[in-house]
């Protein structure tokens, strides 16, 4: 059975740096892309980027380009989401998904995590 | 950038209704890479179909996808209580954007 486990909710303050990671069971997870969805407060869905774990290949929608870093580890078949220095309006859902693609921009989501719920506070 | 409009917003109606929703894209989606997810609250989406008009594992025949270019639909033939959601498109032909959603609510 495919699963991906996000890890737990996170309260941040508005400068910090964060890390959150999505661990991924039941497939190969070096021959699929992953990668993040963001879903603020009462919105809608937002792509923000994947990685190809067999090779690290990643892709970011120019919306997060150089807001988020995405990696992955191969031997804990975990990827990653991070930031840097985060802003109140960082404050959000973000999902993990197994991408199925057709090339490294042409892919649909068929497997998410649970979510992880990002506030950022002073 | 593919921009995609999904009317109506909220769609209203009882259980056993048939619900029609549309996706509508700002230029053609090649080779129909458009799938519909599902949302309940509090809750990760669900891939429904993909490629427009196929289903995704586990999905009941309820639901169907049609459409091609920039016009689809996304069927449930029967409302269940369980499918009272929120309902998104997605174009993967240039890029992945999302559309803003339908609710299907209980009228």
């Known amino acids: 059975e495919v699963q991906l486990v996000q890890s737990g909710a996170e309260v941040k303050k508005p400068g910090e740096s964060l890390k959150i990671s999505c661990k991924a069971s039941g497939y190969s997870f070096t021959t699929y892309w992953v990668g993040w969805v963001r879903q603020m407060p009462g919105k809608g869905l937002e792509w923000m980027g994947i990685i190809y774990p067999g090779d690290s290949n990643t892709r970011y929608s120019p919306s997060f380009q150089g807001q988020v870093t995405i990696s992955a580890d191969k031997s804990i078949s975990t990827a990653y989401l991070q930031w840097s220095s985060l802003k109140a309006s960082d404050t959000a859902m973000y999902f993990c998904?197994?991408?199925?693609?057709?090339?490294?921009?042409?892919?649909?989501?068929?497997?998410w995590g649970q979510g992880t719920l990002v506030t950022v506070s002073s | 950038e593919i921009v995609l409009t999904q009317s109506p917003g909220t769609l209203s109606l009882s259980p056993g209704e048939r619900a029609t929703l549309s996706c509508r894209a700002s230029?053609?989606?090649?080779?129909?890479?458009l799938a519909w997810y599902q949302q309940k609250p509090g809750q990760a989406p669900r891939l429904l179909m993909y490629?427009?008009?196929s289903r995704a594992t586990g999905i009941p025949d309820r639901f169907s996808g049609s459409g091609s270019g920039t016009d689809f639909t996304l069927t449930i033939s029967r409302l269940e209580p369980e499918d009272f959601a929120i309902y998104f498109c997605?174009?993967?032909?240039?890029?992945?954007?999302f559309g803003p959603g339908t609710k299907v609510d209980i009228k």
């Open positions: 998904a197994r991408h199925r693609c057709y090339s490294s921009d042409s892919c649909y989501m068929d497997y």
């Open positions: 230029q053609s989606v090649s080779s129909s890479y």
């Open positions: 997605q174009q993967y032909g240039s890029s992945l954007t």
């Open positions: 490629g427009a008009s």
